[in-house]
C-alpha cells in the first residue's frame, strides 16, 4: 500500500523519529483499559482463526446427523454444542474468524485506497475534478449502504469477494471526505509550497508529504470500519445475499439458527454473541487509537 | 389407506429449553364447555399471492383464499371421490370424448349475476391464454364446447382422457363471471368474484386480506362471518403468532415446530399427505447427465435416509417411486438406488467420468432446503462430484428451472389429481417441459409412449397395472433421487370447531368456527 511504500523510502532520520513517535502513541494506547480489552478480544480471534485448524478436531463443513442440535456445555467434545447438521459449533466459529478478519481487512483495504485516491484527487485538484468526485460520493452517501450492499451483489452475483468489493465500496464515502478535508487545510501549508518550490511532482507532493500528515484520522476511521464491515457482512449473509452454505460464515449460522430459535437457542446466541464482540473490540480499539493519536491529548 | 384425518400423538420433547419456557403459549386457559362462536378469525400466510384471478401464477395461499371465493365445476370430497361442486350432474357420451354438465340452477356470484353455462365457457376459455395453467386443458378440444341452454355445458376431449375429471377439480378449474372479468380487466386479480361462500372484501398490500360471507350462497352459509388472511412469511413467527393467540390457523407449520404445537396447551395439529413428494431433481438434457449409468451413479451416492433423518423427520420415507403412499398403482417393490458409493464410483468408471465433474445445484433459499444440500454436497464429494451451491429466491428460481438451466436441483411437488398416472404425466412426460411439475425433462420414448396410453385409458384396473409397469421404467432411468413425501401440518388453536382435513390443501373454512377465548 502507499503508505508503506513512503514510510520505506523515507530517509533514515525520518524512520527513527517515527519509531519515536510509535512509542508515544503506545504508552498513550495503553492507559486505556477498554481499548487493551479490545486488543485482548481482537488478537483471541486472531488466533482462533490462524489456528483454526489445529484448535479443534472436527471439518467446519462435515456433517455428521446422529449429533444434530447438541446444546452447549454438555459434552467437552463439542463445547459449544453443535448445529442443526451435527457440526461443530465452536469449529465452524474459529473458521468463521478467518472470514469475517478477511472481509473486515480487505473491505477496508479497499474502501481506503479508493476513498484515499479519490479523496487526494478532489482535494488537491479543486474545481471541476473535485466537483464531480464529490458529488458522486454524495450519491453513494445518499443510498442506505445495506441497499447498496445488496444492488451490488445482485449485480455482480454471490460469494466471498464480491461481498467484500460491495462493502468495500459502500464504505468508502467516510475516507474519501476525511482525506479531502485533511488536504484542504494542508496544502496551503509552508513545507508543501517548499516542496513545490524544490520542483516535486504533484505525485510526490501527495504521497509523501500529504497522506502521512493525514493518516491519523484515517487509522481511526480504518479501524472503526472494520468492525462495521464485518457486521455488514453479516448482515449480508443473514438476509441470504451474501455468502453460499456451507461457508461457516457467521451471519449465515445466525440465519440458519433462526428457524431453531425456541428449541436450540445456542446456533443463533453463540454466532450473535461473537459477532458483537468482534464489532465491539474493533470500536475499542478504534476509540483508544482516536486518543493516542490525537496531539491535544499529547500529555 | 385412507387415513388422512389423524391428530399426531403428543410425543414429548426432551427437556425444554430456556427460552421455549419463556415464550410459551400465553396466559389463556383453554375453556371448558363449547363457547360462542367469534365473528371473525384469522389464518396465517407465508406470502402474498400476486393475484385472486386462478389463472395466474398460483401459490398455496393463494389456492386456500381461491377455495373460499370460488367454485369449480367438480370437487373431491375428503375421500377423493369426485363430487360435483357448480355441476349437479354430468354425463359422459359413449364415444368416451363428449362430457355434458347440467349446472347448479340459481347460483349468484357475488357481483349478483347469475351463474349460466356461459361462465363456463368464458372461464374455460381464458385457461387456453393463460401460460401458467394451459397445461390443465391440454386434453380439451378447444373448439369442442357448447352451451345448448343458460345450465347445460357440453365439453370434448382430444382424445378418451382418463383424468377429465380429476383435472377439473383442480384450483386452476375456478369458474369465473364473465361480466365481472371483462368490466374490471387488469384490474380483476386484486377485485376477484366468484360463487364461493366468501366473497372477497379488501386487500392490504404486504398484510391482509379479508373476505367476509356472502349471504347469497348456494349451498349452506359460511359461520363465521370475516376471515382475515395475514401475510406473515417468517417461518418461526406464524408459530408464534400461533402459540399467541394473534392467528387462529396457520396450513403450513414448519417441520421444527410440529412437535411443539402438537403439544402446546391452546394448540393442535393435524396433519395428513397431500400428494407431495420433495426430492432431488437431475437434469436429463444435460450434457453430464444424458449417460443413464452417471444419473443411477448419483443416486447411489445420495443418501436418502441421511437427509430425511435430518430435515424431514415427520415425513413419510419414499420407496423409490415419486408415487405417494395410497395412491392406485403405486409401485413399492421397485429396488431403486439404495447409498452405496462404491457403486457409484464403479458407475462413474463405467462411464468415463471417475474423474468426477462440477454440478451447478438450485433451490429455492431456505432452512430446509440449505440443508438438504450441505448434506448432498458432502454425499457426492464422496464419489468426486463437486456440487456448487445456488441457494435463489423463489421468481428467479422458477425461470431457471422453467427454462432447464440448472444441472440439478432440489424440488417439490404436489401430484395434485390424486392419479398417478396423471401425476406421473406431469412430472416426466418429455411433451410437459415447462409445466411446473417438470423438473428432470426426462425424455425416453418408451417412457413417453406409455404415458400417453395410461392418459387415454379409462378402465381403472388397466390403468392402474400400466402405472405400475410404468414407474419400474422411469426408475431405471433414474431422474430423480426421492426424498420423502411431506405431509400437510395444520396448526390451529384449540378453540376450534369443524376443520376438517382435505388432502387437496383447499381446506373449506365456511364451516370452521373458533370458540371466543376468555382474555
Known amino acids: ?120 484527487l478532489a482535494g488537491y485538484y479543486g474545481g471541476t475534478l473535485d466537483n464531480v468526485i464529490m458529488r458522486f ?55 508543501i509550497e517548499a516542496s513545490r518550490a524544490a520542483g516535486a511532482s504533484d505525485f510526490h507532493i501527495i504521497v509523501h508529504h500529504i497522506i502521512p500528515n493525514c493518516l491519523a484520522p484515517l487509522i481511526v476511521q480504518a479501524t472503526l470500519r472494520v468492525g462495521g464491515s464485518i457486521l455488514a457482512c453479516a448482515s449480508l449473509s443473514f438476509i441470504g445475499v451474501g455468502i453460499v452454505p456451507p461457508t461457516p460464515e457467521w451471519g449465515a449460522m445466525l440465519s440458519t439458527g433462526r428457524d431453531f430459535l425456541r428449541d436450540a437457542p445456542h446456533l443463533t446466541t453463540i454466532p450473535g454473541i461473537t459477532i458483537m464482540l468482534a464489532v465491539l473490540c474493533m470500536n475499542f480499539i478504534g476509540d483508544g487509537l482516536r486518543d493516542a493519536l490525537d496531539p491535544k491529548l499529547k500529555n | 389407506m385412507k387415513k388422512y384425518l389423524h391428530k399426531i400423538a403428543a410425543v414429548a420433547l426432551a427437556a425444554g429449553m430456556l427460552l ?239 412437535d411443539r404445537i402438537a403439544d402446546g396447551e391452546d394448540t393442535l395439529l393435524v396433519t395428513g399427505s397431500t400428494g407431495s413428494v420433495r426430492y432431488i431433481g437431475l437434469n436429463c438434457r444435460h450434457e453430464m447427465f444424458l449417460d443413464k449409468r452417471v444419473r443411477q451413479a448419483m443416486c447411489y451416492a445420495t443418501n436418502i435416509d441421511e437427509i430425511r433423518g435430518a430435515v424431514y423427520p415427520h415425513a413419510t420415507p419414499a420407496q423409490v417411486t415419486p408415487v405417494p403412499p395410497g395412491f392406485v398403482g403405486r409401485n413399492e417393490g421397485l429396488a431403486g438406488y439404495p447409498y452405496d458409493p462404491e457403486k457409484a464410483k464403479e458407475l462413474l468408471k463405467e462411464a468415463g467420468v471417475e474423474d468426477g465433474f462440477t454440478v451447478q445445484y438450485i433451490y429455492l433459499a431456505g432452512a430446509a432446503n440449505d440443508q438438504t444440500a450441505q448434506l448432498l454436497q458432502k454425499q457426492w464429494e464422496k464419489v468426486g462430484v463437486t456440487l456448487v451451491l445456488n441457494p435463489m429466491e423463489s421468481g428467479a428460481l422458477s425461470t431457471a428451472m422453467n427454462k432447464a438451466e440448472q444441472d440439478a436441483c432440489c424440488a417439490g411437488s404436489n401430484m395434485s389429481s390424486f392419479e398417478a398416472g396423471k401425476g406421473l404425466y406431469d412430472f416426466f412426460y418429455s411433451g410437459s417441459i415447462g409445466n411446473t411439475s417438470n423438473r428432470t425433462y426426462l425424455d425416453d420414448p418408451e417412457v413417453d409412449k406409455l404415458l400417453e396410453a395410461i392418459s387415454t385409458e379409462t378402465d381403472a384396473d388397466k390403468r ?9 421404467l422411469i426408475m431405471e432411468d433414474a431422474p430423480m433421487a426421492v426424498i420423502c413425501h411431506t405431509n400437510a401440518y395444520v396448526g390451529m388453536r384449540k378453540t376450534v370447531h369443524g376443520f376438517e382435513f382435505l388432502p387437496t390443501g383447499l381446506y373449506d373454512l365456511s364451516k370452521v368456527w373458533f370458540e371466543v377465548e376468555p382474555e
Open chain 1, 137 to 191: 460520493i454524495d450519491i453513494l452517501m445518499a443510498i442506505p449502504s445495506i441497499l447498496l450492499n445488496i444492488s451490488i451483489v445482485a449485480a455482480m452475483g454471490q460469494g466471498l469477494q464480491n461481498v467484500m468489493i460491495a462493502i468495500g465500496i459502500s464504505s468508502m464515502p467516510g475516507y474519501c471526505r476525511i482525506m479531502r478535508a485533511s488536504i484542504l487545510s494542508l496544502k496551503d501549508q509552508e513545507f
Open chain 2, 464 to 472: 392402474a397395472q400400466m402405472v405400475y409397469d410404468v414407474q419400474e
Open chain 1, 1 to 120: 500500500m502507499t503508505q508503506n511504500n513512503a514510510a520505506a523510502s523515507a530517509p533514515v532520520q525520518e524512520t527513527y523519529k517515527k519509531r519515536g513517535q510509535g512509542k508515544e502513541i503506545w504508552r498513550r494506547f495503553r492507559r486505556s483499559k477498554s481499548a487493551m480489552l479490545g486488543l485482548f478480544i481482537l488478537l483471541t480471534l486472531i488466533f482462533m482463526a490462524v489456528f483454526a485448524g489445529v484448535l479443534t478436531p472436527y471439518d467446519p463443513t462435515e456433517p455428521d446427523v446422529p449429533i444434530r442440535l447438541m446444546k452447549p456445555f454438555v459434552d467437552s467434545a463439542h463445547i459449544l454444542g453443535t448445529d442443526e447438521l451435527g457440526r461443530d459449533i465452536f469449529t465452524r466459529l474459529c473458521f468463521g474468524a478467518r472470514i469475517s478478519l478477511a472481509v473486515g481487512l480487505i473491505a477496508v483495504s479497499i474502501s481506503l485506497i479508493g476513498g484515499i485516491t479519490l479523496g487526494s
Open chain 2, 20 to 258: 421455549a419456557t419463556a415464550c410459551g403459549g400465553g396466559s389463556e386457559e383453554p375453556s371448558g364447555t363449547a363457547g360462542e362462536p367469534r365473528d371473525e378469525f384469522k389464518v396465517a400466510a407465508n406470502r402474498e399471492p400476486v393475484s385472486l384471478d386462478p389463472t395466474d401464477v398460483t401459490v398455496t395461499y393463494a389456492s386456500l383464499i381461491e377455495a373460499q371465493i370460488y367454485n369449480k365445476l367438480l370437487k373431491f370430497d375428503k375421500e377423493l371421490n369426485v363430487v360435483g361442486d357448480l355441476a349437479e350432474s354430468w354425463e359422459v357420451a359413449d364415444d368416451g370424448v363428449t362430457w355434458t354438465f347440467h349446472l347448479r340452477q340459481g347460483v349468484k356470484f357475488h357481483n349478483g349475476e347469475e351463474l349460466t353455462s356461459k361462465d363456463v365457457l368464458f372461464s374455460f376459455l381464458r385457461i387456453y391464454d393463460a401460460p401458467a395453467v394451459a397445461i390443465s386443458v391440454a386434453y380439451i378440444d378447444k373448439e369442442g364446447f357448447e352451451t345448448p341452454d343458460d345450465y347445460t355445458f357440453v365439453l370434448k376431449t382430444t382424445v378418451p382422457y382418463a383424468f377429465l375429471e380429476a383435472e377439473l377439480c383442480s384450483g386452476n378449474m375456478c369458474i369465473m363471471n364473465e361480466k365481472a372479468v371483462t368490466e374490471l380487466g387488469a384490474d380483476y386479480g386484486r377485485n376477484p368474484v366468484g360463487t364461493g361462500p366468501y366473497k372477497f372484501v379488501s386487500w392490504a398490500a404486504g398484510d391482509n386480506i379479508t373476505v367476509e360471507r356472502f349471504d347469497d350462497y348456494f349451498g349452506e352459509p359460511a359461520i363465521t362471518k370475516t376471515i382475515i388472511f395475514k401475510m406473515i412469511p417468517e417461518n418461526s413467527s406464524r408459530t408464534v403468532n400461533l402459540e399467541s393467540g394473534d392467528v387462529d390457523l396457520v396450513i403450513d407449520i414448519q417441520e421444527s415446530d410440529v
